[in-house]
């Protein structure tokens, strides 16, 4: 038998088409094509290839050839126990020419329907690690397996090894390869579920924002005017406050889609996060005095400079509502660092913390806990709109009467 041949196959084109082969049921087609080529080669009626499961340290049987009724996923033989066991655990091929007359099995079945009750059994090896045990029994014409023949079981054996291993191998980096784009997907799949809830919004907001404003403006100053035209303690009076009240709410959520029409436009120049993050707690010192709100900041400074995608606007977002949670005491941390290729803020308030069973809506566009009137519900849509250009992640940790904290992360 040619010594570079593998079951049939030039060694390296073999090798070629196993850095081809996609998925796991390729092993058991090469197994079986392995254990043909080789009871072909030296006229077996029979033969197995059993695999090593270092986990139960046990061998399992891969494949069989003529042997019906075997259920080939439940036959397992321990390392150590009949021949395959102990041709795995002492690593040495065993040649028997007849089963009968062989003390070294004295538990071994005696095969009285074989036609001959000789066998060889060869050790299945790579880089000195032992992958499994391939045995090839009785002899088609009732001959003995000699020393020829188990030079060439060994011969295939050498190969077949490196055939298993590089499969085996393969079919790892296959599996990881299959899970990582899997999670991938997973996670696209979450991206467009949540860029669904803001895109729509996005697109209306430039035209909407202009198509309202102009006629609310009017509206307003004819509310106005009509003051002027009425007692003020007459009915018609109080249905103008009514309007004027009902028309500012309307304001209100104008200004915040235009808001988060700005943030859809990013600025060209950097900013530093921390100047940032200093310039946002200016515009609410007001809000701090007022309420008694003692302000704490653990900067990590020399940090990166990162594209004006309005965070301002964001932190501005999450400290508005820091102080509305805190609106007679509270403390309000803010740390930033620099971790594994990103800039990680975190903003802590120790307000009266947001119910677990509404956390997973606060993104939301126009969601709100507030009063009627208090809230649009899109400061904090906005904010995660702003996180999300910065391909950056923003989550939170709440606990109700202890306070909340927002914690964002941008990848630099």
Known sequence: MDKNVIIGFPYEGQLKYMDILPYKPYLKETLTLSLERCMKSVDAGR???????????????????????????????????????????????????????????????????????????????????????????????????????????????????????????????????????????????KEIKSSKKYSSLGKIVGGLVHEINNPLDGAIRYVNLAFDSVDEDSVASSYLHEAKEGLGRIAKIVRSLLDFSWSLSPQARKIDVNQTIEESLFMFNHYFVFSNIEVRKFFTYGLPKIPDLRLKIALNNIIKNACEEMKDKGVLSIYTALNNGAIEIKIKDTGRGIPRQVQDKIFEPFFTTKSMGEGSGLGLAITYEIITRYKGNIYIDSTQGEGTTFNIRLPL
């Open 47 to 189: 033969g197995s290839i059993f695999l090593v499961d270092s986990n139960r340290n046990e061998l399992v049987l891969g494949v069989a050839k003529a042997s019906s009724g075997i259920d080939l996923e439940n036959v397992r033989t321990p390392l150590g126990e009949r021949v395959a066991g102990k041709v795995a655990l002492e690593r040495k091929p065993f040649l028997v020419k007849n089963i009968d007359e062989e003390i070294r099995f004295p538990l071994e079945p005696r095969y009285d329907d074989y036609n001959s009750k000789s066998f060889v059994s060869v050790p299945l090896e790579f880089s000195g690690d032992l992958i499994g045990v391939v045995n090839v029994t009785d002899k088609t014409k009732g001959e003995v397996f000699d020393g020829e023949d188990l030079d060439t079981v060994l011969s295939i054996c050498k190969y077949l090894g490196i055939t298993i291993y590089s499969l085996r191998r393969f079919l790892e980096k296959q599996r990881k390869i299959n899970e990582k784009l899997s999670n991938e997907v997973d996670t696209l799949r």
